[in-house]
Every structure is written in C-alpha cells, then in structure tokens.
C-alpha cells in the first residue's frame, strides 16, 4: 500500500511538474510572439518615415532648384546684384542637400525595412498558430517548433536594418493606442464572404 501511494505521489509530482513547464513555456512563447509584434511594426515605421523624409527631400531640391534657376534670370535679364546673392545661397542649399542624399539611399533602406517586416510578418504568425495550437500539441512538438522559430528569427534580424527609437515609439503608439493589430469581429466580418461572417444578425441585413 505504502509503495502504491510512493508512486501515486511520483506521478502526481511528475505531472504538476509537466504542467508547470508547459505553463513557463507557453509564456515564454507568448513573450516572442509579443517581441516580434514590436520589431515588425517598428519595422514598418521606419520604412514609412524614410519614405516620408524622402519626399520631403524631393519637394526641397524641386524648390530650390526652382528659385535658383528664377534668380538666374533675374540676373540675366535685370539689376541682378540681389538675385545673384539670393541664387548663390540657394544654390548652395541645393548643393548640401544633394550631397546628403547621395551619401543616403534612403529609398534603398526604406526597402530593406520592408523586405524585413515582410519576413517577420510570417514569423509572427507562425508564433500566433503555435499559440493557437499550443493546448493540442504535445511539448516536444511545441519545443521543436519554437526552436525552428528562434533559429529563424536570428536569421532574419541578422540581415534586417536598424530601427530607431521615434519609430519603435510610433509602433507602440499604432500598437496599444490605435490598435492597428487588432480587429472586432465586425471589422472581421466585413472582410469575410457572407457565409463565414461571425454575426449572423449583420449577416443576413448584408
């Protein structure tokens, strides 16, 4: 009897110590899933604001080229001892800031951003359906597919550019403030073909 409860109490500790387990690693995988979440949208943020910061170079050189070569002909057709000043500064703007944006292909970077967040896209979801999965799978499953995913994931941030701070900060504001991952089930619904929408009141008025 004694030996029977031995091992009745063995098991039991085994199996608490299983659940804890599963449990730690559940969170663990949750935190990933979590970390991934911010490096993609921060990703995304950075492809945005160097394309914005592109424009705005654009706009820049097609002014300044434009009142330089205004001031030019002022100076060649009139009293040109102001606009050739005037012309001479702006050309040197203009100058400065091809030099800038020849020692930065900011286009090329904004596409390595996005080249990045496409691929940490997919691993963000593949840690979704973990999750998902998680209660139906068994640990070694589980333990294998979150080491493929670590393995991957190294991979890709070795090869991915460099974030910044005031895109990660616009990433948590889209993130927690404007909530830009997630969807009601409304929203959802209006994306759906009619037959698998969730609410079958709104369903039928479409």
Known sequence: MSTQQNKSGEKSSETNTHCEYRISLEAQIRECYGRVVYTHKTQEKCADLLLKKNSRIKFWQLLL???TAGTFLVDLFGDGNI????????SVALLVLN???QDIELVSVA??????AIKLWNIRENYLSLLTDFHNLTTDVIIEKRDELQIELLDIYQGSPRTNYKAYKKASI???NNEE???SDDEIDLLLPQELR???TERNKI
């Open 181 to 183: 991952l997630t969807f």
């Open 83 to 90: 606009a050739t000043i005037i012309g001479a500064l702006f």
């Open 174 to 176: 889209g993130l927690k």
């Open 65 to 67: 080229s434009a009142v």
């Open 111 to 116: 596409e390595e951003h996005k080249n990045a």
């Open 198 to 200: 969730k609410n079958k």
């Open 99 to 101: 030099s800038y944006t």
